[in-house]
């Protein structure tokens, strides 16, 4: 199988505008989490209030200035939040202007939920208002695959460009796609990773009503869990072919070794660990590393109770009992639940662990829960020796993946 380098990653979340911020962060403690008073819609009431971790005002002018020209007022902030890490993810791979980014690269994004802050103001301006027109870009900036095309436009690339879809592994399938793209020879780049936007009044709203919402805070594994905390932004890897990379002198970041995908075909919201456990076995097989004791261990770790007992019933079942020494780490407790940018986004903390060898603590823990009897990493940040990453995304409607990344 061809060799899959890491070359190039970006980052925005509540936590920072780039991967740097987001990885301090992290390895310091520091969370994004606040708590947010919805307003008034003419849809709906206000009123309602919730921790969620938002990016900070400003980064639609951050963006235009980093870019060169006008984009932001055209996209959706779940676009303009895979856009500005895909330029930083292209400038840290050396690719920004390159003969490279053109046909035989590919852009894979992966997002839940798409454009709805432009979504709902469409709605308010005909349901609410009662307006006949709507804006003439509504359409281009509501459509899932906005951010690809956005990007494919901004940065010349010419070849594959699509967007994924599943829920909270959005981003693990495009990950995972734009391996396999390039392992068939189809393309000799990938940028891929995913973003998402969906801390508007309606959807919180949405998310509120089904009970998986936290009213207090995000905290993993911990025994007083109590759901989920919303996040918003995004993350980029860009993946090229290791000869490839090697061939332009690129400075490689890690390696992706192996995936696995699978489908609980249980139910919609609620976990099967037997369906995550499938996934993890792939890639741990697929990668060849399956008695490896090296393992730093990314979790999905939404902190809901069912969740976060599930990962630990499926990692036990794939490692046996020398998965419960396996350190593990849940940055969401940080930066919030992405939903299609989240597993991007913590699989590029996660190889700048492997690169610092530190992990960074699950925040918000308060105490051990015997369903969750993992070496989790609490308190502050832990020096580890681990050489490879294990990568969970877990979503909705039973959709599963794992990826394994190695140390440059």
């Known amino acids: 199988m061809k060799r899959i380098a890491v070359t190039g990653m970006g980052a925005v979340s509540a936590l920072g505008g780039s991967l740097e911020e987001n990885w301090q962060a992290v390895a310091a403690g520091r969370g994004g989490i606040a708590r947010c008073v919805m307003g008034d819609s003419p849809l709906g009431p206000g009123g309602l209030e919730l921790p969620m971790a938002r990016v900070a005002d400003g980064y639609d002018k951050a963006l235009d200035a980093a870019i060169g020209r006008p984009v932001a007022g055209g996209l959706d902030p779940f676009a303009q939040f895979a856009l500005g890490p895909a330029l930083e993810a292209i400038e840290q791979a050396g690719l920004r202007d390159h003969p490279v980014l053109s046909e035989r690269t590919a852009i894979i994004f992966g997002h839940g939920l798409g454009g709805l802050a432009t979504l709902e103001v469409g709605y308010e301006r005909f349901f609410g208002q009662k307006l006949a027109k709507l804006h ?16 494919a436009m901004a940065f010349g690339i010419k070849g594959p460009v699509f967007a994924t879809s599943s829920a909270c592994a959005s981003s693990s399938h495009a990950i995972a796609q734009g391996a396999a793209m390039i392992v068939t020879g189809q393309v000799d780049a990938a940028l891929v990773g995913g973003s998402e936007a969906i801390s508007t009044a309606g959807c919180v709203r949405a998310w509120d009503a089904i009970r998986a919402m936290s009213p207090v805070t995000c905290r993993p594994f911990s025994a007083d869990r109590d759901g989920m905390v919303l996040g918003e932004g995004g993350a980029v890897l860009m993946l090229e072919a290791w000869d490839h990379a090697e061939a332009r002198g690129a400075t490689i970041l890690g390696e992706l070794i192996g995936w696995g995908m699978s489908s609980d075909a249980h139910h919609i919201t609620q976990p099967s660990p037997e369906g995550q456990a499938r996934a993890i076995r792939q890639a741990v097989s697929h990668a060849g590393v399956a008695d490896r004791t090296d393992i730093l261990i990314s979790a999905h770790g939404t902190g809901t109770p069912l969740n976060d007992a599930a990962e630990t019933t499926s990692l036990v079942e794939v490692f046996g009992e020398r998965g419960r020494a396996l350190p593990v780490i849940a940055t969401k407790s940080a930066h919030g639940h992405l939903i299609g940018g989240s597993a991007a986004l913590q699989a590029a903390l996660g190889l700048r662990a ?23 990493v609490v308190g502050e940040a832990r020096p580890i020796g681990a050489k490879l990453l294990l990568q969970n995304a877990f979503a909705f409607g039973g959709l599963n993946v794992a990826l394994v990344f190695a140390a440059a």
Not at 136 to 151: D, R
Not at 354 to 376: M, V, W
């Open 354 to 376: 492997l690169a610092e060898g530190l992990a960074p603590p699950i925040q918000n823990f308060n105490s051990r829960d015997p369903a969750c009897d993992l070496d989790l």
């Open 136 to 151: 003439p870009s509504t359409v281009p900036k509501v459509m899932v695959s906005a951010g690809v095309s956005a990007a």
